[in-house]
């Protein structure tokens, strides 16, 4: 499947944590997996995002966080074969937040889904989005958050765009983001950010570089994600 940022790039890190007499693979999962109630909101979603790069044709992007969704399962916020798909690695807990280019045209909802899954569970379902090309497909989208007197007040699921979906194999972790125009114009054909973002691309979605907000900012997540594992919270500055 595609990768966003460090799964996909040069570099795929592993989660550099672990308990003190080195249980390992497990040991790591069960750290990774716990970040949802050990790591303060602003540290998983900042409230501001810098994309260096992160624009078409490698224009800088910032966003700013406009609402936080309280944590929850997953029963509404994936259509409903794309909950079937991410299914057999089980919903611990689901995190999203929405936030909004620098200009408010754009909004795009980024989640990370913490699932119930062992290393093996993780690379299966993994590999089945790689063959089956799941990650594509305009009937398994994730589904926006949207919140009253926001720019994503009328974010919904007929506005959705462009999207992208990436399941980790190192950490029992799914992050995702959907992206939209903040005007609340529906999208009859959404395109997924790895053809969206794709040289050539003539869709209306690509034109205005929705699959680069889904990606980049889905990217910068996944990396404060990884940052936050490595530093645990109890050995972060002040």
Not at 24 to 37: K, M
Not at 180 to 191: L, S
Not at 203 to 212: D, E, H, R, S, V
Request: glycine share 12%; net charge neutral; charged share 20%.
């Amino acid at each position: 499947m595609f990768g966003l940022g460090l799964v996909g790039g040069a570099v795929t890190g592993s989660w550099l944590i672990g308990d003190a007499e080195g249980s390992g693979e497990r040991g790591t999962y069960a750290v990774a997996g716990g970040l949802w109630h050990n790591v303060p909101v602003d540290e998983l979603f900042p409230r501001t995002v810098e994309g260096r790069g992160a624009g078409p044709g490698g224009a800088d992007r910032t966003w700013t966080r406009v609402a936080v969704a309280p944590d929850s399962g997953c029963a509404d916020a994936f259509d409903p074969l794309l909950r079937q798909a991410l299914a057999p690695v089980g919903c611990r807990r689901l995190l999203r937040a929405t936030y909004t280019d620098a200009t408010q045209s754009y909004v795009t909802t980024v989640g990370l889904l913490f699932t119930t899954a062992d290393a093996t569970a993780m690379r299966s379902l993994d590999t089945r989005f790689a063959k089956e090309g799941l990650a594509k497909r305009t009937d398994l989208l994730p589904r926006p958050y949207a919140a009253k007197d926001t720019a994503a007040a009328s974010f919904g699921d007929k506005q959705r765009a462009s999207w992208t979906i990436s399941v980790l194999t190192d950490a029992p972790v799914v992050v995702y983001a959907v992206s939209g125009w903040a005007d609340g114009r529906t999208v009859d054909t959404p395109q997924p950010a790895q053809q969206a973002t794709a040289s050539g691309a003539t869709t209306a979605p690509a034109q205005a570089g929705l699959g680069n907000e889904a990606r980049g900012l889905a990217d910068r997540i996944e990396r404060s994600l990884r940052k936050t594992a490595v530093t645990p919270p109890s050995e972060q500055p002040s």
